[in-house]
């Protein structure tokens, strides 16, 4: 069975860091395409980043682009998310999914999602 | 950016009646397109992907339809477990992007 089991979410102060981890088992890790997708108190799911497989390549949304830092660890099967200059915008639950395809333009979608870890910005 | 708009915020239908949600691409999306469902406190889960290929285990119910920019999902004779925030998300340009959801509920 496919899981995927975030944690590191927290209360931190503006301009604060925090890196959240995202465990998976179930599959082979390596094989694909992961990400982080947010959702605020409120709000709708609004998509983070991205990192391949072999890690060379990552992509950003413009709100976190120079602040987050997407990273993977094949090894111990693990996602990561480095989290800097934390914003009260940034508040959210916070989820990694795996995506299903070598690439993303011939992929079919994000079918294994975790179930979050809220981080909360505010002083 | 491809900013996707999702109509209507809030559908409300009756059981066995069907109901549609549409998503509209800024830019092109090509087929790029998926759907999700959101149940309260749960994990979202992939209906649609390819714009029109149901995932696997998903009921025939649902379907999608559109290329380019304009897709619609429909289902077509809602259940009461069909009650839930339903997403567009394009895969055709980075950076990905989602539409802002509509909910859908049971009259």
């Known amino acids: 069975e496919v899981q995927l089991v975030e944690s590191g979410g927290g209360l931190v102060q503006p301009g604060g860091s925090l890196r959240l981890s995202c465990a998976a088992s179930g599959f082979t890790f390596s094989n694909h395409w992961m990400t982080w997708v947010r959702r605020a108190p409120g709000k709708g799911l609004e998509w983070v980043a991205i990192?391949?497989?072999?890690?060379?390549?990552?992509y950003y949304a413009d709100s976190v682009k120079g602040r987050f830092t997407v990273s993977r660890d094949n090894a111990r099967n693990s996602l990561y998310l480095q989290m800097n200059s934390l914003r009260a915008e940034d508040t959210a639950v916070y989820s990694c999914a795996r995506w299903i395809g070598v690439n993303i333009h011939g992929g079919s979608g994000f079918d294994s999602w975790g179930q979050g870890t809220l981080v909360t910005v505010s002083s | 950016e491809i900013v996707m708009t999702q109509s209507p915020a809030t559908l409300s239908v009756s059981p066995g009646e069907r109901a549609t949600v549409s998503c509209r691409a800024s830019q092109s999306a090509y087929i790029h397109l998926a759907w999700y469902q959101q149940k309260r406190g749960q994990a979202p889960r992939l209906l649609i992907y390819?714009?029109?290929t149901r995932a696997t285990g998903v009921p025939a119910r649902f379907s999608g339809s559109g290329s380019e920019t304009e897709f619609t999902l429909t289902i077509s004779s809602l259940q009461s477990e069909d009650s839930a925030v339903y997403y567009c998300?394009?895969?055709?340009?980075?950076?990905?992007?989602f539409g802002g959801g509509t909910k859908v509920e049971i009259k």
């Open positions: 390819g714009a029109s």
């Open positions: 998300q394009q895969y055709n340009r980075w950076p990905l992007s």
């Open positions: 990192i391949k497989q072999d890690a060379r390549e990552t």
